[in-house]
């Protein structure tokens, strides 16, 4: 695993000083001169890191926490993916009662996106467990032909942290077929409970922390356009 050299921490400390800096309470006493020449330094710093950096790499990306978003902010990622002109397959673990309104849209692109949704809905109501694994074990085979596939730049496993820490999936064989993918391949994880050790595999994570919620807090139910 990659770690930190001091010069990149050394950057790091003196961006996020910068930064404080210029967001403090100090900022309406700065000159435009001091102004100017903190953005010129944050920038020469940023520069530098940037020409330094890998070009490219293929990416695995956690979103899990309990505050809401972990799936949209993957959606996203999705869109510029297609944008792009790039292959994208989306497997759902545990949503699939519902008919997703993100699928009806994204059949626009339906030569660029493959889209299953495999559960049966949320655990509480399928209310049998050999039938959950059954569904967990065959979305997790639709996976591996993704994510294998050198043709599909990203792969969305949609709340499949949930099905892992149900112990519907072993994390063992997850962190296996994820080491199949080929080196440009972007491999997205949602759902809450991600185990540590798909956190400390993952390139980057998210943890999406939840303050309110209209549900928990004024009994909202879920809408559509915000929930599915």
């Known amino acids: 695993m990659k770690s930190d050299t001091p010069e990149e921490l050394n950057s790091d400390k003196e961006i996020e000083r910068l930064i404080d800096e210029v967001m403090s309470s100090t900022l309406p006493n700065l000159t435009d001169d001091q102004y100017r020449t903190k953005m010129q330094r944050r920038k020469e710093v940023q ?5 330094e950096a890998v070009p490219e790499k293929g990416l695995i990306i956690v979103n899990t926490g309990n505050g809401k978003g972990k799936t949209t902010a993957a959606l996203g990622m999705v869109l510029r993916s297609l944008g792009h002109g790039y292959k994208v397959a989306i497997i759902q673990f545990i949503k699939g009662a519902w008919e997703p309104s993100e699928k009806r849209v994204f059949s626009l692109w339906e030569d660029q996106l493959e889209f299953h949704a495999m559960g049966e809905g949320f655990t509480w109501e399928t209310q049998d467990r050999d039938r959950d694994l059954d569904k967990a074990s065959a979305a997790w085979e639709k996976s591996l032909e993704y994510i294998r596939n050198p043709d599909f730049q990203l792969v969305l496993l949609d709340e499949i942290n949930i099905a892992l820490k149900m112990a519907y999936l072993q994390i063992d064989e997850v962190l296996a077929g994820l080491a199949e993918k080929p080196p440009s391949k972007h491999v997205i994880l949602t ?9 400390e595999r993952a390139d980057l994570v998210t943890e ?3 303050i309110k919620h209209p549900f928990r807090d004024q009994g909202v139910k879920a809408q ?4 599915y």
């Open 47 to 51: 520069d530098r890191r940037i020409a």
């Open 191 to 199: 759902g809450r409970g991600a185990p540590p050790a798909l956190i």
């Open 208 to 210: 999406m922390t939840l």
């Open 224 to 227: 559509a356009g915000i929930e």
